[in-house]
């Protein structure tokens, strides 16, 4: 038997960029010795959707596929007629097979869930969109074809070439095909090997969830903003206790560590202990910052300067604290229905602006974005340069800026 090897230059370039020795995400079985494994091979992956990887122990050469019935895919390839069918149509994995012999190739298989109905399958199905994903990144030589959705290529290495291409000869409008525009499937695979993979694991599990392209495809999942998308991204961490999201396919340990640095003391967790000026009695607890902010209309970077603060209050005249005072009244026995006068607006901690040398009272802004947008001239621009200098009693734009005033002046 005869077989024939298409390339070029270019075809060899791209090749060689591409990565060595893939690898399933965590969560995938493995089996060493194909042969051995036979009959749980066939058996364990009934109904279910999911991806395979064949590897060549003697060269190392890979094939990845997916299917919608794994046990059903994969009980083919122990047929001797189905790998002569596939080899006489060009299946390089397939000759492999038959060239080595089962107990030459090792299997790794991947799981994603039940089986979907056939009519359901799309390109973005979550088994079609993780084997291209492999398909893009990674140097599979048993892989002729590099979509992951179509047929196999036949050995008809002549098939709509020259002047038996329906196309041939044709120019300009006549020779644009379906009608000038690209079909719907070829669309949307482009839409997907064109955007960013992003793997996502289950944080409780620490197993392979599901791949996305795009951080727009990450928003829905999520139930979220695209631009909270990209900042999770960016973080890396543990998201809502649920999900580790990344760029690139992590390991086990890889996924352990992620999971040994989330903040268990979030301060979204934390409890709001509101006192009175004098911080002598406890007036009301809310249960997180979250209630508080809802209670409030203070943004959560006012109320951590209020908390980490000894000397700022709320509306003036109530002290807010992250942790009880051991030397107040918490009891909360002889406390009424709490009822501040909450203002119409959010309210914002006051800041004075003084001489560089701290002897001249300039001006009292009534936030720290008012002293912002009035000394840079421009309302967006970032407060936590401000915040900063403020705690390090450096100055800004010439002056020194202080959370509380200096000494007793007029607020002219």
């Known amino acids: 038997m005869t077989y024939y090897v298409v390339a070029h230059w270019e075809g060899e370039l791209f090749a060689s960029l591409l990565i060595p020795g893939a690898t399933l995400p965590v969560g995938a079985v493995e089996y060493p010795n194909v042969l051995e494994s036979e009959g749980i091979v066939r058996t364990s992956f009934v109904k279910k959707r999911g991806l395979y990887l064949w590897t060549n122990k003697t060269n190392g050469k890979q094939y990845i596929g997916s299917s919608m019935d794994l046990s059903s895919r994969l009980s083919n390839y122990y047929r001797n007629s189905y790998l002569n069918s596939q080899s006489s149509r060009g299946s390089a994995i397939s000759a492999a097979i038959i060239k080595y012999g089962w107990s030459e190739f090792s299997l790794q298989i991947l799981v994603l869930g039940p089986s979907p109905a056939r009519e359901s399958i799309l390109i973005s199905s979550d088994f079609i969109q993780l084997e291209q994903y492999y398909l893009d990144r990674f140097n599979l030589c048993y892989n002729i074809r590099k979509i992951a959705l179509g047929p196999a290529p036949t050995a008809n290495l002549d098939y709509h070439k020259g002047n038996a291409n329906p196309q041939f000869g044709k120019q300009g409008p006549e020779g644009a095909a379906w009608d000038h525009q690209h079909s719907l499937e070829q669309k949307a695979l482009w839409s997907l090997t064109r955007s960013i993979p992003i793997f996502i694991y289950d944080a409780s599990t620490l197993m392979f969830h599901s791949i996305v392209y795009g951080y727009e495809r990450l928003a829905s999942l999520l139930s979220v903003h695209v631009n909270t998308a990209r900042r999770v991204v960016k973080l890396g961490n543990v998201y809502a206790e649920k999900y580790i999201v990344s760029l690139s396919q992590l390991t086990r340990e890889e996924l352990e560590t992620i999971k040994a640095k989330v903040n268990r003391k979030s301060t979204v967790k934390r409890m709001i202990h509101v006192y009175n000026q004098d911080k002598s009695v406890l007036l009301k607890t809310f249960s997180s910052v979250n209630e508080f902010m809802n209670f409030s209309k203070q943004s959560g970077s006012v109320i951590k300067q209020l908390c980490l603060s000894d000397t700022l209050l709320w509306l003036d005249e109530y002290f807010i604290s992250y942790h009880l005072i051991p030397s107040a009244d918490n009891s909360l026995a002889n406390v ?59 100055l800004y734009h010439g002056l020194r800026v202080s959370f509380s005033p200096l000494f007793d002046h007029s607020e002219s």
């Open 336 to 394: 009424s229905e709490f009822k501040p006068k909450l203002r119409g607006r959010k309210t914002s901690i006051p800041v004075y602006t003084y001489s560089a040398d701290g002897i001249t009272f300039i001006k009292r802004y009534s936030s720290l974005r008012e002293c912002v947008k009035h000394l840079e001239g421009n309302r967006n621009a970032n407060i936590n340069t401000l915040i900063l200098r403020i705690e390090h009693k450096e």
